[in-house]
């Protein structure tokens, strides 16, 4: 089993509508948890970290489900700009971080 | 911008060669990483240092070494290139105390 599962995708929404991803890990001791965004041909960069009572930063929300081991990243509104791969990423103790294959979202006119 | 440069950005190479790709950043950071990119696998780790001269291993580290001599630079070296390490490689740095990692702009290698 995977550490970190992903849908690949791709989410195909229009411009406005909301979407939701979802990601499960593997290892029930990680303690860190966030979402990254990837532009094509470009490095990730952080969009978001994720705490256990969820938070939220403008649009985006994320959620996180210690006892079924998921988490999630909501979009509302969702613009043009929004298109990329968002990777899920998990961290255990001080090991380095583990990165999900990612989840392809394209918004479209 | 972050301060994390990797050279080259391109480079191709032939089959059997030894190629070393630089990771270089000026934030002082203790930890750095390399991870590779590849269609279909993901982010994948392939080693990584936690101070000058301290590196272990990662998920995918056979066919490459790497080198830290000092807290600014973080050296991957292929010794014998093959085709399996085309790959985009990407270089990523941690500050103590922080959990998220800021990414350089990465090199594309291809091997003939």
């Known amino acids: 089993r995977k550490e970190v599962e992903q849908d690949p995708g791709p989410f195909n929404v229009p411009e406005g509508a909301t979407v939701a991803f979802n990601c499960t890990y593997s290892?029930?001791?990680?303690?860190?948890f966030f979402w990254y965004r990837q532009d094509c041909r470009k490095e990730p960069k952080l969009l978001m970290s994720v705490y256990s009572s969820g938070n939220e930063d403008g649009r985006f929300t994320a959620q996180l489900n210690r006892a079924s081991q998921y988490i999630s990243l909501l979009i509302r509104d969702s613009k043009l700009s929004d298109s990329a791969t968002y990777l899920c990423?998990?961290?255990?103790?001080?090991?380095?971080?583990?990165f999900g294959k990612g989840t392809r979202l394209s918004v479209i006119a | 911008d972050a301060g994390i440069t990797q050279s080259p950005r391109h480079k191709v190479t032939e089959t059997g060669t030894p190629v070393t790709l630089r990771c270089h950043q000026t934030?002082?950071?203790?930890?750095m990483y390399w991870y590779r990119q590849d269609p279909g696998h993901g982010l994948r780790l392939i080693h990584y240092s936690y101070g000058v001269k301290d590196t272990d291993k990662g998920e995918v580290s056979d066919g490459y070494s790497v080198s830290r001599s000092k807290t600014e630079d973080f050296l991957l070296t292929l010794e014998s290139a093959t085709s399996s390490q085309t790959s985009v490689y990407f270089c990523?740095?941690?500050?103590?105390?922080?959990?998220?990692?800021?990414f350089g702009s990465g090199t594309r290698l291809t091997v003939v």
């Open positions: 934030e002082n950071h203790r930890y």
């Open positions: 990423v998990v961290k255990s103790g001080n090991t380095p971080l583990v």
């Open positions: 990523a740095i941690r500050g103590a105390g922080v959990d998220g990692y800021t």
């Open positions: 290892n029930s001791a990680s303690q860190s």
